[in-house]
């Protein structure tokens, strides 16, 4: 005999870069372009021991900070 349970599941239905305002809605290519970052800070931290970071930036802004620095390799297997 099986027994079930309910359950509810949430699920992210849209986000918004935290330095631009572009919302994007989970059916929105865009949507899946997002980088988000959540961080917990060590030690010696300039945000201070264990504070939590997050940002969600869309694929613009984080090329539009990082673009200088980011190194992009091309995920096929191409020799």
């Not at 870069?17 to 919302?23: H, I, M, T, W």
């Not at 931290?45 to 980011?70: E, K, M, V």
């Amino acid at each position: 005999m099986k027994k079930f349970k309910k359950v509810t599941i949430e699920e992210i239905a849209s986000i918004t870069c935290d330095r631009c305002g572009l919302e994007a809605e989970s059916d929105d290519y865009a949507f899946h372009e997002f980088i988000s970052i959540n961080h917990q800070c060590g030690y010696g931290s300039i945000h201070r021991d264990g504070n939590q970071l997050n940002i969600d930036l869309c694929q613009q802004c984080f090329a539009d900070i990082c673009g200088d620095t980011l190194v992009i390799t091309n995920s096929t297997n191409e020799k």
